[in-house]
């Protein structure tokens, strides 16, 4: 009988049917014999509203009620997998420091852990103006305890610190909880994720793919033109060959043009879509209050005491300083002076890889080497560093650090690819996320 588990974890506003075609591939390539798969259902729909930490608590308590029926079942779980997809990756990365904290990862091996369009740092734009700060302040108090998480407003228990900022502390147990898998895969859509940015979704202090027009993308010649070559990702376009002036020109023209109708149409459904969407989340955050306050009195059916752990490994609890899609996707970028170059800061990260080998072994297999960051950073160095906050740099360099192996995966077809990277419904226009499927199957999943 099957000894693996992997459980996955749908997103905001999501429910099981979402993640119909990952179970379905995962069921397709590994029988009965060979995978258990479960699909998390405790936090279908608006209980997604609830706050990343309870999620993860409900989710926790569905994976040791499905190890104990499949144990009651004959069937002992030795391996686990946990693929979280956008909001799921982060409950997923909280759920694993649980687990790993009531002793689970002592008798089980941690083998895969693979979030789709994460958004590992958050979703706050630093960006200033009018329209960011609004979409700031809306964004981070319609979506109740899960929307100041993402948007890092929150201040997490006695940490006097956002959720997002402990999850990637260094001496936190999710940090060691994620060092313990023998894979970490991350997917990143690069252009029209109009829920979770490229640099948050891809940890990323950099965006080369703002403008495809300058730049050249290199695939995986197995997978193009979808996934690109993480070695070998991105170069910018030599200046003489860049499209000139004039034709960039009358392609924005044109963009703007045929965007004219949908502008004139969205002034008219916005406002009424503004109001609905407004009245609706004030209901839902009283609904949402009402069952944290349920949770937090042990009334909900989770036994409060068994999910509340200490957080840090050790007492390093260091110091970080300290949705709306269509706004969302409108965000340009700005960035920093440079002051400090990417290739600086990574091969800065790649020394200390370098210098914490014993420390690191058990992430060896997918985090990157040193020589791998200091030949990739010369091509990063090519674009500069994106406005993000201190507390962002800090979430970037952690995760780093522990190591993911990247995929950026480049969606043509469709205008909203959050959905398509999964293949969330079943979409003739979202084919293109029938490969990045079959690429996580074939490549970044070990059975």
């Known amino acids: 009988m099957a000894e693996h588990l992997c459980v996955l974890i749908h997103g905001l506003w999501g429910n099981p ?22 699909v998390s259902k405790s936090n279908s729909d608006t209980f997604t509203y609830d706050g990343i930490d309870l999620g993860a608590e409900r989710v926790t308590q569905e994976i040791e009620t499905h190890i104990e029926d499949l144990e009651k079942k004959g069937s002992q779980i030795r391996k686990l997998s946990v693929v979280g997809y956008s909001l799921g990756g982060l409950v997923a990365r909280y759920t694993i420091g649980l687990l790993c904290s009531k002793g689970w990862f002592e008798k089980i091996k941690p083998v895969n ?13 630093p960006l200033l103006g009018i329209q960011y700060s609004i979409f700031n302040f809306l964004g981070s108090r319609t979506l109740s305890k899960s929307g100041r998480q993402l948007f890092t407003i929150d201040t997490f228990r006695d940490t006097n610190r956002p959720l997002l900022s402990v ?7 999710f940090m060691l909880a994620l060092a313990q898998f023998s894979h970490r895969v991350l997917y990143a859509n690069i252009i029209n994720d109009r829920s979770a940015p490229y640099y948050t979704t891809s940890i990323s ?28 990702p991105v170069h910018l376009k030599p200046s003489e060959i860049q499209p000139p002036f004039f034709a960039r020109l009358a392609s924005s023209s044109q963009s703007l043009l045929t965007s004219v109708p949908v502008f004139a149409l969205l002034s008219v459904l916005i406002p ?9 989340s004030g209901v839902q955050q009283v609904r949402s209050q009402k069952r944290i306050r349920l949770h937090e009195e042990g009334k909900a059916g989770i036994g409060l005491g068994s999910y509340r752990i200490p957080l840090m490994v050790d007492n390093a609890r260091s110091a970080m300083e300290g949705a709306f899609e269509n706004i969302n996707a409108r965000q340009g970028q700005q960035y920093l002076p440079e002051t400090e170059s990417d290739h600086d800061r990574e091969v800065q990260i790649a020394d200390e890889q370098q210098q914490n080998v014993p420390a690191q072994k058990t992430y060896q297999s997918t985090s990157q080497t040193s020589s791998d960051l200091k030949r990739i950073s010369s091509r990063r160095s090519e674009f500069p560093s ?3 906050t201190p507390q962002q740099f800090e979430m970037i360099r952690a995760l780093d650090e522990v190591g993911f192996r990247k995929y950026r995966i480049h969606i043509h077809t469709v205008r909203h690819t959050h959905a398509a990277i999964i293949v969330r419904n079943q979409r003739p226009s979202f084919n293109e996320g029938k490969v990045v499927v079959r690429h996580w199957l074939d490549e970044a999943f070990e059975v």
């Open 17 to 38: 049917s979402h993640l119909s075609h990952l179970a379905s591939s995962l069921r397709d390539k590994h029988s009965e014999e060979k995978l258990h798969i479960l």
């Open 113 to 125: 852990f693979t979030t789709f369009a994460t958004p590992h740092l958050g979703v706050k734009t």
């Open 167 to 173: 999850l990637a502390d260094p001496g936190s147990v």
């Open 205 to 232: 202090a950099t965006d080369p793919y703002i403008n495809l027009d300058a730049v050249s993308v290199n695939y995986l010649p197995d997978y193009a033109p979808n996934v690109i070559d993480p070695a070998d």
């Open 272 to 280: 009424i879509g503004s109001v609905v969407f407004l009245i609706n």
């Open 386 to 388: 994106l406005a993000l």
